[in-house]
């Protein structure tokens, strides 16, 4: 996608489709919909009469302009209402009118910068959100596809401003809404690769792409490495598989300054059968995305080391499978993780909480701090809160609220739960010190529980995504399949640490 910024009237410019606004509620258009209501005889006012258009968020109307204006379409964008109107308005609306646009076969697009009048945003952050509304309501997976598909992409997008003294800011919105998009799309297209071709190898191989790209440090455990460095669960869940697990970590010290690193870690399952105890077939190839935490850290670092971030960041994903086989994980086993806790294997389909023991370990060796940990990791989070929201635990209320905070910025939704003592007991095992499942009841609870026995004492945060890592439909900015969840959530709140 090519973004270009100029001043000027969009009434007057010439290209496939313009975009305009309307807040939901209004009797008339205002800003610079007025001009192009005008020249279109008042057409757009004439949407709101009728109530065929309402402004609603997401909204996408599309007119004729017949000649009446350069421009062959105009797109009117629904902004909600004015008291809920925020950026992800712009961002949701925006990935609707990109879609919109593209099936009526425009190649060329111009837009306004919604919300930077009666909205109250700034024109950076108003292009921001265009440019990554814009190409995440854009995204598609391709790859497997043999035949060229014959549907159009939009690939050119200009932002208009009438003030020429925005031009920069826009431009410097429109940059960090590319490298944010950008950097969440890795992640969608790293969670919908299947199984076969998104291996540990081939994760850590992205790894190591985004490491050059980005000036990046990389360090990637083999098996005999994991080995010296005692991940007893790490290599438990991967003992089943013959495809070599990677632990994979990424360093980016934008302040070498400070001795402070922040630790993100993603789980990186690049398949879950469930191992031993074996998941029913419905939904199991879902389970190619259990990397999707994996996937969000990588692609995170990557956007933190893009916008130049003035913090020191590393990223760490164990990867590995969890199949069953003559070598596999048996329930019962007793594993060792590398901080030299004991772990009784009640189920080997909950694996992810095996690698996050060993990986969390390892941020705490190094000092790390805050830890913040993101995982497909229950169907019971999945179960609480629906699609729509990750579940998040801390050991730090400060954390919790400064990620959820961030969340909402990013246009993610994340929903706080408890980490209550009480519950302890249900990970209580009668042969080690700690048993991998809780059963049934609080199940997102107890697995959070257990990690936070790996965590240490220094603020940590655990994310479990399980829920919101898949789409099932094309709406806003996110398309059907990969969501690449929690990728936008750190950025911004490395973008909020930084400062
Ligand atoms: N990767 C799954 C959790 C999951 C399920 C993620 C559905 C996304 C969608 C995880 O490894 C798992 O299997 N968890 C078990 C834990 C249980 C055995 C304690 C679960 O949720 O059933
Ligand atoms: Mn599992
Ligand atoms: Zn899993």
Known sequence: MKFEVKTGDISKFKCDAIVVN???????????TVAVDAALGGAISGLIKTGEFKGKPGEVHVLHTLGKIPARLVAVA?????????????????????????????????????????GG????????????????????????????????????VTLLDKDASNLRAVKRGTGTGRIIAESTMLARDMVNEPGNHMTPTHMADIAKKVAEECGLDILVMDRKQMEKEAMGALLGVAQGTSQPPKFIVLTYKGNPASKDMVGFIGKGLTFDSGGISLKPQEFMSDMKGDMSGGAAVIAAIRAVAKLGLKINVTAIVPATENLPGGRALKPGDVLKASNGKTIEVVNTDAEGRLILSDALSYAVKKGFSPLIDLATLTGACHVALGDQYAGVFSNNQALADKVVKAGTEAG?????????????????????????????????ITAALFLQEFAGVKPWLHMDIAGPF??????????????????????????????
């Not at 109107?85 to 919604?114: G, P, Q, Y």
């Not at 700034?122 to 014959?150: P, Q, V």
């Open 22 to 32: 309307l807040f939901q509620g209004v009797a008339k258009p205002g800003g610079a």
């Open 78 to 118: 629904g902004l909600g209402k004015k008291e809920d109107f925020k950026a992800d308005s712009v961002r949701n609306v925006m990935a609707e009118v990109i879609r919109s646009l593209a099936r009526h076969n425009c190649d060329s697009a111009a837009t306004i910068l919604h919300g930077t009048g009666a």
């Open 121 to 156: 945003l700034s024109a950076e952050t108003s292009a921001e959100a265009i440019a990554e509304g814009t190409m995440l309501g854009g995204y598609k997976f391709k790859k497997h596809f043999t035949k060229k598909d014959n549907g159009h992409d939009v690939d050119n």
């Open 412 to 444: 993610e939704n994340l929903w706080q739960l408890p980490l209550p003592d009480e519950y302890k007991e249900m990970n209580k095992s009668d042969i080690a010190d700690i048993k991998n499942s809780g059963g049934r009841y609080g199940g997102a």
């Open 470 to 499: 898949m789409a099932e439909k094309d709406k806003g900015v996110l398309v059907k399949g990969a969501t690449g969840f929690g990728t936008r959530t750190l950025i911004r709140l490395a973008i909020n640490l930084s400062k």
